[in-house]
């Protein structure tokens, strides 16, 4: 059998149109918008609450502060040294969260999870004041009355010793302070 003149081959269909049109350059660019600017979102937020979290306190050496609240809940709260609610005074700050102070004598407060610090502290006293609280409580500054658990008697600088307290001096009676300046506080009992 042979094919009649005028036949060709079989014609071909052409493909079914897309049902979306070809991208476009601004298509292109507008998808990849859409990928990156959440990921510029992402680290723009992360920088700004790295940058607010900051270092904690800029705390000097020799500023005064309130020290409240209990050894699991301390704060500490930065005050003019004349202001009679300033307990404490800042002698050290240490790197790391619940570092050790040169002496038990110090009162330590200290910020965990992000920079952490330690803060050593000692009394924010004058000779004649009296205090109370001790080693589970930051000491406050009272009357001197019977409710004072301690008196400060003196004070002595550039000594940081109980025998700077002199035949009285005993580790019961005494605050050493060897940071930043070296202080002895003699303790006596209140009146």
């Known amino acids: 059998m042979t094919m009649p003149p005028n036949y060709g081959p079989p014609p071909r269909y052409p493909y079914p149109p897309s049902p979306f049109p070809p991208p476009t350059p601004r298509d292109k660019v507008m998808g990849w918008v859409k990928v990156v600017a959440p990921v510029v979102v992402l680290f723009l937020v992360a920088g700004v609450f790295w940058l607010l979290r900051g270092s904690g306190p800029s705390i000097a050496i020799g500023e005064c502060g ?3 609240g209990s050894p699991a809940e301390a704060k500490f ?3 003019d040294c004349a202001d009679p609610t300033a307990n404490y005074v ?3 700050r240490l790197d790391g969260a619940d570092a050790d102070c040169a002496t038990k004598d110090y009162a330590s407060y200290y910020q965990d999870g992000g ?6 502290l000692r009394l924010n ?3 004649g004041d009296c205090f109370v609280g001790g080693s589970s409580r930051a000491s406050t500054r009272v009357e001197c009355t019977g409710l004072a658990d301690f008196k400060v008697g003196r004070i002595v600088r550039g000594a940081a010793a109980v025998s700077a307290c002199g035949a009285v001096g005993a580790v019961d009676n005494t605050f050493v302070f060897p940071e930043p300046e070296p202080l002895t506080f003699c303790l006596v009992a209140p009146k």
Request: glycine residues 0%.
């Open 115 to 120: 920079t952490e610090f330690t803060l050593c």
């Open 90 to 92: 800042v002698a050290q």
């Open 125 to 127: 006293a004058a000779e």
């Open 77 to 79: 709260t930065p005050a």
């Open 66 to 68: 309130t020290l409240s």
